[in-house]
């Protein structure tokens, strides 16, 4: 059973930064993209941000656009989330998520990915 396994979670005062790691337990699957997601006390799961082994490409939830970076390095499977300037209000749990299917081509979209992480608290501080 392939596991995607996240680490860098944590408390920050805001304005600062963390940098969220994740990797699959095993180099043997074939990953499309891999995503962070995040869910707040409440609030259903939102995306954050993705890459595409397709097109190499990044893309973003336009409300993050300048503060998140995604990216993935040399390993197709492991992805990395840059979070800067944090708010108060980017807490949440976030989850690493991978899509093993060639024909889900939303990244956008929950619904496409189908393995995930176990997630990782962030916290930040006013």
């Known amino acids: 059973q392939v596991q995607l396994v996240e680490s860098g979670g944590g408390s920050v005062e805001a304005g600062g930064s963390l940098r969220l790691s994740c990797a699959a337990s095993?180099?043997?699957?074939?990953?499309?993209?891999m995503g962070w997601f995040r869910q707040a006390p409440g609030r259903e799961r939102e995306f954050v941000g993705a890459?595409?082994?397709?097109?190499?490409?990044?893309l973003y939830a336009d409300a993050l656009k300048g503060r998140f970076t995604v990216s993935s390095g040399n390993d197709r499977n492991a992805v990395y989330l840059q979070m800067n300037s944090l708010k108060p209000e980017d807490t949440a749990v976030y989850y690493c998520?991978?899509?093993?299917?060639?024909?889900?081509?939303?990244?956008?979209?929950?619904?496409?990915?189908?393995?995930w992480g176990q997630g990782t608290q962030v916290t930040v501080a006013s």
């Open positions: 890459v595409s082994r397709s097109t190499s490409g990044t």
């Open positions: 998520a991978a899509v093993t299917s060639l024909w889900q081509t939303d990244y956008y979209q929950a619904g496409s990915y189908d393995i």
């Open positions: 095993t180099h043997t699957i074939i990953t499309y993209a």
